[in-house]
């Protein structure tokens, strides 16, 4: 049985190659995968909402049934409000577990059982790759083609290139 909407929510400062591995993946799961950016991240962003939208948008577009779509405040607020059936995660490595067995329960708790969250494992070729890692060894001239989507990677380099 297919669920009709899945939610796959996350900063995306920006999206990786790991990231897109799980829509892809997620994607075949459902009719319908909105990939959510939350727009109030107490994360410090180095790209603005419009520009982590645009990167989504960029690197999805093809994709059956994926939309991108910013949000903000509770993720199970945006659940309920939105007839999404289940919340998709990506696990990297164990470590990972702890946290996300808590949000998966508190999730459970405010949307009163209504949706899911689905576990992905994520491709062991990413499974060290984070949004801060990859901006990290960007800044300092390392090598991260690959890990990036190419789009991503060009958005990333005239990034630089401008505020330089
Ligand atoms: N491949 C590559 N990187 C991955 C990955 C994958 N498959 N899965 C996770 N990551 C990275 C992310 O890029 C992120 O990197 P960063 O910390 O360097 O930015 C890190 O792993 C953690 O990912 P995640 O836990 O998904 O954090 P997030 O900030 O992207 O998203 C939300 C977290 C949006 C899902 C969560 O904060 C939320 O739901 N917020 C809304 C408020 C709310 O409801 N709070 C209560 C929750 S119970």
């Known amino acids: ?16 190659s790991g990231h897109l591995d799980v829509i892809r993946r997620a994607s075949a799961l459902t009719d319908e995968l909105v990939v959510g950016v939350l727009k109030n991240s107490g994360k410090h962003c180095l790209f603005t909402t419009e520009e982590r939208l645009d ?52 999730n459970a708790r405010l949307t009163c059982g209504a949706a899911e ?7 062991p070729k990413y499974s060290f790759v984070s949004s801060s890692l990859i901006k990290e060894v960007f800044s300092l001239g390392g090598n991260i083609e690959g890990l990036v989507p190419d789009k991503v990677y060009e958005y990333m380099t005239l990034h630089r290139k401008e505020t330089e």
């Open 117 to 123: 969250t689905v576990f992905l494992m994520t491709d």
């Open 55 to 106: 990167m989504l948008r960029a690197v999805t577009e093809g994709i059956d049934g994926v939309t991108v779509e910013e949000f903000g405040g509770l993720l199970a607020d945006y659940v309920m409000a939105n007839g999404v059936g289940a919340v998709v995660r990506g696990l990297r490595a164990t470590t990972d577990f702890e946290y996300e067995l808590q949000m998966a329960q508190m």
């Open 1 to 16: 049985m297919k669920i009709e909407k899945m939610l796959y929510a996350g900063t995306f400062d920006p999206v990786t």
